[in-house]
């Protein structure tokens, strides 16, 4: 499996895209959150949305979601095939009601179904989303009252929505579950309100930092280079390919 970050950035972040993510399997694209930079992302790449097998939610912010009104409408007018969303069950409405209806409600399209094919996923259940590549979503606490999920893959990468800081929980997926790979978003700067900052992720054993990738980070990253202890920073465009049976990360250059 190939591994592509659209953009490695936060939400204000200006010189990196929105932390999104494209995963490759056998020539099919899924799309790991879709936020407002994420169709000039793909052009710059090389893609239109009608190379993508489908679209996968974490949660309902703009630089996660920002993107799926254009989405929906190429879609529809220009390629004529629906496209699949893989979202939580608790976020289907509110992805509709309070975030997409007012842009994309026209008669006779009056639902997120007439734009999406709707696959609602349940909490700590297991799908398989492309031939070869499983998810579950992990409940992560982001903004207090609002729903946002992280993401396991093939039971051994794990893949932060974004998430308040959790020790625990990285421990028990690491120590008890089996993760190989962590891709954490990380806050640069102190503190951590609604994100995992990177005094906080310095605190975590050097076995679970040595397998931990930082994402979501601000402009000023490149400050930061050589102060993450042993965990690295992810590239956005660059490709990571992922053995799914041995959970080995490699990485090399787009040409």
Not at 42 to 71: K, Q
Not at 82 to 99: N, Q
Not at 110 to 119: A, G, I
Request: charged share 20%; hydrophobic share 40%.
């Amino acid at each position: 499996m190939k591994v592509q970050m659209l953009g490695t950035g936060s939400a204000f972040a200006k010189a990196f895209n929105n932390n999104n993510a494209l995963f490759t399997i056998d020539g099919l694209n899924l799309l790991v959150d879709c936020g407002i930079t994420a169709p000039k992302a793909l052009h710059e790449l090389g893609y239109n949305f009608n190379a993508l097998h489908g679209v996968l939610l974490t949660h309902i912010h703009a630089d996660h979601i920002g993107g799926l009104e254009e989405l929906a409408f190429q879609m529809k007018f220009v390629f004529g095939r629906k496209p699949i969303l893989y979202i939580a069950d608790t976020l289907v409405d509110t992805l509709w009601e309070h975030s997409l209806k007012g842009g994309l409600q026209q008669e006779p399209s009056d639902t997120l179904e007439d734009y999406f094919d709707v696959h609602p996923l349940k909490e700590g259940l297991t799908y398989e989303v492309m031939p070869g590549l499983r998810v579950e979503l992990i409940a992560t606490q982001h903004i207090p009252n609002k729903n946002s999920y992280s993401l396991l893959f093939n039971e051994s990468f794990f893949y932060s929505g974004d998430t308040v800081f959790d020790a625990a929980l990285l421990d028990s997926l690491v120590n008890r579950r089996g993760v190989r790979i962590i891709f954490h978003d990380c806050q640069l700067h102190a503190p951590g309100v609604v994100h995992a900052c990177l005094t906080e992720l310095l605190t975590l054993p050097t076995s679970i930092q040595e397998l931990t990738y930082l994402m979501h980070y601000g402009d000023d990253q490149p400050d930061f280079i050589g102060r993450t202890g042993q965990m690295r920073f992810i590239e956005q465009q660059r490709v990571y390919e992922l053995d799914l049976l041995t959970m080995d990360l490699q990485s090399g250059m787009i040409e």
